[in-house]
Structures are given as structure tokens and as C-alpha cells.
């Protein structure tokens, strides 16, 4: 309270209100007292010094005297320097109770060999530090072993059946593709082995990273001890450490579930690896990204698939619109959906398991081989020493605008610093820790969530960066919506995926971007066009001045930027030059 207090001092809000808000706290008035008069203290003194130099302006010449340019400076530095201070405070605070080394064997030890990992340690390996990357489990984390690579790959493969199955809206025969399943996840796994270099350890090892395979436990906010397999134990004494533990699946507490079995996002690549055929029935449990995305590619590739969803809809991020597409496109294919209804229990009927959901009163048994828990991730938090340093943690790590935890060498990246669960976001977030980490004592960059795109890789796709509709309304934000339907591009219609929409979201009467939802294929890739341009503060204007080569998909972003512009016309301006060319008419 005290800290918080002597900050809104430094700030320029009436003392009154700072007053009457402190009131409403349980503060101790000896404690508000103190503070704010020592607050005021220095503001005080900077101020007066200003008004006194100012007093003693006599000619034009001593405007610009060193003495009252100086003055005014120290106007503008005084809260940034007493910000620095109360920094420096909070943190002797902080590290109080801990014993510093003299020396240290690294610069920067890594916990977590994952998206936010492996980009924090080849920062600090590029910039000559010395750095230590500790994993425990794979080297590439979740995205390589049972995230992003595994699922886009069974992703191609069931695309492609699915393509087989109506060859004919492109003239040729269709056939029921002969799934040879073992093949698929043997494909599957290849996939994974030709990407594994990318982040294995040889590679860091390389680039001067030491890599070590271990647990890793935070004793000190300067000492990381790592527990190796075999029993072993190493302490290693660090200038700073970037926490980057990643995610795990969140399995709901259902009665039953563990005597039925199930499987995640994790596990499952281990259940369908050595089978011949795919599942017969599959439950999945969540109707999020990744339970939309797995749904849609198992049924395709032959799972009878039912997905239940506690919400009345899919995706409850998106906007109402962007999920009835989703529902559309997996009920086409083949896909139950059951939306609005809750998982009570799980059953075990001889060799076949039962999820037990139920809707106003209504229970029914959905029949499952696979059962797939998809009801999103958390945080991994326990086990690295957290609640003995004291850092405070909720869902997530509790970091402040630079990453910085309660110890301001000790930092977080990635899903366990939320608030996003994106493999290009958790890279991004590992540029500023560990810049952070190693100059943090020079310079530190708040990081920079303005611009973060995300894709859901069902077919069509939906991809979206800054805001949609929902948030817009949910936030008070203005906008207007520009909307250009795909099933009018002319690349589309050749393609056969005349589907899906643009909607971009702009300041009214302006052509700055606030938002773009993409449905349709290929989103992802076209929602690029547009990332850039809202990180570099260019309009539609700019867009649609862009010459896109015909015909193709991103032509897309050229006509809703189009549409834009026909809607802000200069009406007077066109009606002057239709009488302009009626006159020259004669």
C-alpha cells in the first residue's frame, strides 16, 4: 500500500482524489501521512527550483539558460527517476532475506525447452551470455511433440481425404479414400523427426547454449538447482533466470473419467500410434480450437465423432458469426455437435465407455472408443520453487509489464505467463525476457501485445488478429465493420473453396485497423497482409493501393479494403464531377 501510494503521489491527479480513493483503503493514516509527505517532498523541491528560475527571467536571452533548461528538465525526469528509485526499493526489498553470490557461472539460466525456451536461450547464446537451458521432459516442448506439428500434419492427411471424397465438384470421380491409418501416424511421427533438428539440443550446443536434461528447481532468486534422472543434483548460480514451463492439458474432475480412460491433446498421439484403424467412436470433450480441429480431422479420416460443448456455442472467443461457420463446416462433414450441454459423468458398460451429458433436465449417453478431454490448458506451475520464493501466482506467473516477477531478475514467458496459449506469442514474449534478463539493469522494453494473431486450422479456417465484434462491444470500443464475402473471389470460385468472409474492424470514419476475422481457406496466411499492417500503423488505404496479383486468395484483403473505401466516398466531390463531365459533354 505504501509503494502504491507513493506512486499515484508522483503522478499529476488532483490530491484530493488520491485522498478520497486512500480513504477507501485500510492504509494506516501514520503510513499515508508519512509517505505522502515524503512523496511530496521531492516534487515539491523540483517545482519550486522551476518557478524560482522562472522568476528571474529579465531578457529573451535567459529563456535558454542552462540553469532554467536544466529546471524544466528535471520537471520531466523527476517521476521517471523516482519511479527508477522506487524500482531499486522493491527490489532490495524483495531480495532482503536472500544471500547473493560474489560471482556467477551464467548469465541467463533457462527453465523450459519450449517455444518461449528455446527463443530465450538463442537470444542470450546470439548476444555472447552465458546461457544454460534446462528441460525436462522433450526439447521443442508441446508444439513439436503434441501441439502444433502433429496436429497440422494429421490435419494434411485428413484434408486430403476429405478432398477424395468430393472429387467430383472438380470433374473428376469420387472415391472413399482407404485410410491405412498406421501409415498416417507413421507419417505423422516423420514429421515430427524432420523438425526435431530445429530445436534439438545439438543445435543449441552449438550455437553455445549449455543444454541440460533435468528437472530444474528455483532455491534462490540467483541459484537453479537441476535434478538429473539419475539422482544427481547440480546447483548453478545465475545473474537471472527466464521461467518458461509451459502449459498442460486441464482435465475437468468428472466422476468416472479415470476408470474409463481418456486421453489429451498430449496422450493422444501415443493412443493412435500401432493402430491399423482409426477409433470407431470419439467423444471429444471441449469445443475450443483444439477440440474443433481434432474433431474435424478424426472424423474425416473415419472416427464416428460426437463433440460436446458446455456453451450454446463453439469457439466463445470468436463472434457468434465466425463460430456458426465453424458449426456449419464440421456439421457438413459429419460431426455431432452437442452445444449447450454438460458432461455429468463417465460410465464404463462392459468395453465401452459412456460420457453422460445433460441439458435442461435431459441426460443422454454418448458411446466413445477414444475419449479426447480438449477443455483447454493451464499453466505449469508447481515444482520449480515458486511458493518458496514467495512469487505470487494465479492461473498464471504474476509478471509485470517487462516480465519481470516479484524478483526482477527472475522472469516469465510463454503459457506460464499468460495470457496468451499461442507458440508465436510465447517467441514473442521471450524477445522481451530475455532482453530484459541480460539488460534490464541498462534499458527494459515493455512488452507488446497490440499486435498478436491466432489461427484455428479447421476447414475453413479462422484467423483473427487485434479485435473482433465480441470484444469491441464487451469493451465500449467504436468501430465500424467492413465485410467482403470470399464466395465472390474470383480465385476462390476456380478453387472450389468459395467460402468464408473478411471483417475488418476500423475507427469510424478512419481507415486504421482495430481488427481482422478471417474465415476461409487459407486464413491464416492471408491474415499476414494485415498484421503488418496494423504493427506498422498502415491503413486500408495503403492495402488497397497494393497491387495483388490476380488471381489469387489475398486479393481477398484488396477488396475488403475496398469495400472500406466505397463506403467513405467523397459523395460531394463525385456529384461536382459528374456535373464537370456533363458540361464537357456540352
Same mark, same amino acid.
Given at each position: 500500500?505504501?509503494?502504491?501510494?507513493?506512486?499515484?503521489?508522483?503522478?499529476?491527479?488532483?490530491?484530493?482524489?488520491?485522498?478520497?480513493?486512500?480513504?477507501?483503503?485500510?492504509?494506516?493514516?501514520?503510513?499515508?501521512?508519512?509517505?505522502?509527505?515524503?512523496?511530496?517532498?521531492?516534487?515539491?523541491?523540483?517545482?519550486?527550483?522551476?518557478?524560482?528560475?522562472?522568476?528571474?527571467?529579465?531578457?529573451?536571452?535567459?529563456?535558454?539558460?542552462?540553469?532554467?533548461?536544466?529546471?524544466?528538465?528535471?520537471?520531466?525526469?523527476?517521476?521517471?527517476?523516482?519511479?527508477?528509485?522506487?524500482?531499486?526499493?522493491?527490489?532490495?526489498?524483495?531480495?532482503?532475506?536472500?544471500?547473493?553470490?560474489?560471482?556467477?557461472?551464467?548469465?541467463?539460466?533457462?527453465?523450459?525447452?519450449?517455444?518461449?525456451?528455446?527463443?530465450?536461450?538463442?537470444?542470450?547464446?546470439?548476444?555472447?551470455?552465458?546461457?544454460?537451458?534446462?528441460?525436462?521432459?522433450?526439447?521443442?516442448?508441446?508444439? !513439436?511433440?503434441?501441439?502444433?506439428?502433429?496436429?497440422?500434419? !494429421?490435419?494434411?492427411?485428413?484434408?486430403?481425404?476429405?478432398?477424395?471424397?468430393?472429387?467430383?465438384?472438380?470433374?473428376?470421380?469420387?472415391?472413399?479414400?482407404?485410410?491405412?491409418?498406421?501409415?498416417?501416424?507413421?507419417?505423422?511421427?516423420?514429421?515430427?523427426?524432420?523438425?526435431?533438428?530445429?530445436?534439438?539440443?545439438? =543445435?543449441?550446443?552449438?550455437?553455445?547454449?549449455?543444454?541440460?536434461?533435468?528437472?530444474?528447481?528455483?532455491?534462490?532468486?540467483?541459484?537453479?538447482?537441476?535434478?538429473?534422472?539419475?539422482?544427481?543434483? =547440480?546447483?548453478?548460480?545465475?545473474?537471472?533466470?527466464?521461467?518458461?514451463?509451459?502449459?498442460?492439458?486441464?482435465?475437468?474432475?468428472?466422476?468416472?473419467?479415470?476408470?474409463?480412460?481418456?486421453?489429451?491433446?498430449?496422450?493422444?498421439?501415443?493412443?493412435?500410434?500401432?493402430?491399423?484403424?482409426?477409433?470407431?467412436?470419439?467423444?471429444?470433450?471441449?469445443?475450443?480450437?483444439?477440440?474443433?480441429?481434432?474433431?474435424?480431422?478424426?472424423?474425416?479420416?473415419?472416427?464416428?465423432?460426437?463433440?460436446?460443448?458446455?456453451?450454446?456455442?463453439?469457439?466463445? =472467443?470468436?463472434?457468434?458469426?465466425?463460430?456458426?461457420?465453424?458449426?456449419?463446416?464440421?456439421?457438413?462433414?459429419?460431426?455431432?455437435?452437442?452445444?449447450?450441454?454438460?458432461?455429468?459423468?463417465?460410465?464404463?458398460?462392459?468395453?465401452?465407455?459412456?460420457?453422460?451429458?445433460?441439458?435442461?433436465?435431459?441426460?443422454?449417453?454418448?458411446?466413445?472408443?477414444?475419449?479426447?478431454?480438449?477443455?483447454?490448458?493451464?499453466?505449469?506451475?508447481?515444482?520449480?520453487?515458486?511458493?518458496?520464493?514467495?512469487?505470487?501466482?494465479?492461473?498464471?506467473?504474476?509478471?509485470?509489464?517487462?516480465?519481470?516477477?516479484?524478483?526482477?531478475?527472475?522472469?516469465?514467458?510463454?503459457?506460464?505467463?499468460?495470457?496468451?496459449?499461442?507458440?508465436?506469442?510465447?517467441?514473442?514474449?521471450?524477445?522481451?525476457?530475455?532482453?530484459?534478463?541480460?539488460?534490464?539493469?541498462?534499458?527494459?522494453?515493455?512488452?507488446?501485445?497490440?499486435?498478436?494473431?491466432?489461427?484455428?486450422?479447421?476447414?475453413?479456417?479462422?484467423?483473427?488478429?487485434?479485435?473482433?465484434?465480441?470484444?469491441?462491444?464487451?469493451?465500449?470500443?467504436?468501430?465500424?465493420?467492413?465485410?467482403?464475402?470470399?464466395?465472390?473471389?474470383?480465385?476462390?470460385?476456380?478453387?472450389?473453396?468459395?467460402?468464408?468472409?473478411?471483417?475488418?474492424?476500423?475507427?469510424?470514419?478512419?481507415?486504421?485497423?482495430?481488427?481482422?476475422?478471417?474465415?476461409?481457406?487459407?486464413?491464416?496466411?492471408?491474415?499476414?497482409?494485415?498484421?503488418?499492417?496494423?504493427?506498422?500503423?498502415?491503413?486500408?488505404?495503403?492495402?488497397?493501393?497494393?497491387?495483388?496479383?490476380?488471381?489469387?486468395?489475398?486479393?481477398?484483403?484488396?477488396?475488403?479494403?475496398?469495400?472500406?473505401?466505397?463506403?467513405?466516398?467523397?459523395?460531394?466531390?463525385?456529384?461536382?464531377?459528374?456535373?464537370?463531365?456533363?458540361?464537357?459533354?456540352?
Amino acid at each position: 500500500g505504501a509503494f502504491y501510494l507513493f506512486t499515484l503521489r508522483l503522478l499529476p491527479l488532483p490530491f484530493f482524489l488520491v485522498n478520497l480513493a486512500m480513504g477507501l483503503t485500510p492504509i494506516p493514516a501514520r503510513t499515508f501521512y508519512w509517505v505522502s509527505q515524503l512523496a511530496m517532498l521531492g516534487a515539491t523541491l523540483v517545482y519550486v527550483n522551476a518557478g524560482t528560475q522562472l522568476a528571474r527571467v529579465e531578457a529573451m536571452g535567459d529563456i535558454v539558460s542552462p540553469s532554467l533548461l536544466l529546471s524544466f528538465a528535471l520537471l520531466g525526469a523527476f517521476p521517471l527517476l523516482a519511479r527508477r528509485v522506487l524500482a531499486v526499493l522493491q527490489a532490495r526489498r524483495a531480495y532482503a532475506k536472500w544471500q547473493r553470490p560474489r560471482r556467477f557461472e551464467r548469465n541467463l539460466v533457462v527453465i523450459g525447452g519450449g517455444a518461449a525456451g528455446l527463443v530465450s536461450a538463442y537470444i542470450g547464446a546470439t548476444v555472447k551470455a552465458g546461457v544454460t537451458l534446462v528441460e525436462s521432459r522433450r526439447m521443442g516442448g508441446d508444439c !513439436l511433440n503434441t501441439g502444433c506439428v502433429p496436429s497440422k500434419a !494429421l490435419i494434411r492427411s485428413a484434408r486430403l481425404a476429405h478432398e477424395m471424397r468430393h472429387a467430383d465438384r472438380l470433374g473428376l470421380e469420387a472415391a472413399e479414400p482407404r485410410v491405412d491409418f498406421r501409415r498416417v501416424i507413421a507419417r505423422v511421427q516423420e514429421v515430427m523427426r524432420a523438425i526435431a533438428p530445429h530445436d534439438s539440443a545439438e =543445435r543449441y550446443t552449438a550455437l553455445g547454449v549449455e543444454v541440460l536434461a533435468g528437472h530444474a528447481r528455483i532455491v534462490d532468486p540467483w541459484t537453479v538447482q537441476v535434478r538429473f534422472d539419475d539422482g544427481r543434483t =547440480r546447483d548453478i548460480t545465475t545473474r537471472a533466470i527466464v521461467i518458461a514451463a509451459g502449459a498442460e492439458p486441464r482435465v475437468p474432475p468428472l466422476p468416472g473419467l479415470d476408470e474409463t480412460g481418456y486421453v489429451t491433446s498430449d496422450t493422444l498421439w501415443e493412443a493412435l500410434a500401432g493402430r491399423d484403424e482409426p477409433p470407431a467412436r470419439v467423444a471429444v470433450l471441449g469445443g475450443g480450437p483444439i477440440g474443433c480441429e481434432l474433431a474435424q480431422c478424426l472424423h474425416r479420416l473415419g472416427s464416428r465423432v460426437t463433440l460436446v460443448e458446455v456453451a450454446e456455442r463453439l469457439l466463445a =472467443r470468436e463472434d457468434e458469426e465466425v463460430a456458426a461457420a465453424a458449426a456449419a463446416a464440421l456439421g457438413r462433414d459429419g460431426v455431432e455437435l452437442l452445444c449447450g450441454w454438460r458432461a455429468v459423468r463417465c460410465e464404463r458398460d462392459g468395453e465401452h465407455g459412456f460420457l453422460v451429458v445433460e441439458r435442461e433436465g435431459v441426460t443422454r449417453r454418448v458411446a466413445f472408443d477414444l475419449l479426447l478431454c480438449a477443455a483447454g490448458r493451464k499453466a505449469r506451475l508447481g515444482g520449480y520453487g515458486l511458493e518458496d520464493l514467495g512469487v505470487p501466482v494465479s492461473s498464471t506467473v504474476t509478471v509485470n509489464e517487462y516480465l519481470q516477477t516479484l524478483y526482477p531478475n527472475i522472469l516469465a514467458a510463454g503459457d506460464v505467463a499468460g495470457p496468451f496459449q499461442l507458440t508465436h506469442a510465447a517467441a514473442h514474449q521471450a524477445w522481451y525476457a530475455s532482453v530484459n534478463a541480460l539488460f534490464g539493469n541498462l534499458w527494459k522494453f515493455r512488452a507488446d501485445y497490440t499486435v498478436i494473431p491466432a489461427t484455428t486450422f479447421t476447414d475453413p479456417e479462422i484467423a483473427r488478429v487485434g479485435l473482433n465484434e465480441q470484444e469491441a462491444r464487451e469493451r465500449g470500443i467504436a468501430c465500424e465493420v467492413t465485410r467482403y464475402g470470399i464466395d465472390d473471389l474470383d480465385r476462390a470460385i476456380a478453387d472450389g473453396v468459395a467460402e468464408g468472409f473478411v471483417k475488418v474492424l476500423t475507427v469510424p470514419g478512419k481507415d486504421r485497423i482495430l481488427g481482422v476475422t478471417i474465415v476461409g481457406a487459407h486464413a491464416g496466411e492471408l491474415l499476414a497482409e494485415f498484421v503488418l499492417a496494423m504493427r506498422h500503423g498502415l491503413g486500408l488505404n495503403r492495402i488497397l493501393g497494393t497491387i495483388h496479383s490476380y488471381p489469387t486468395l489475398a486479393e481477398a484483403n484488396k477488396y475488403a479494403a475496398g469495400e472500406w473505401r466505397r463506403t467513405h466516398a467523397p459523395e460531394r466531390l463525385l456529384r461536382l464531377l459528374e456535373r464537370y463531365h456533363a458540361w464537357r459533354r456540352g
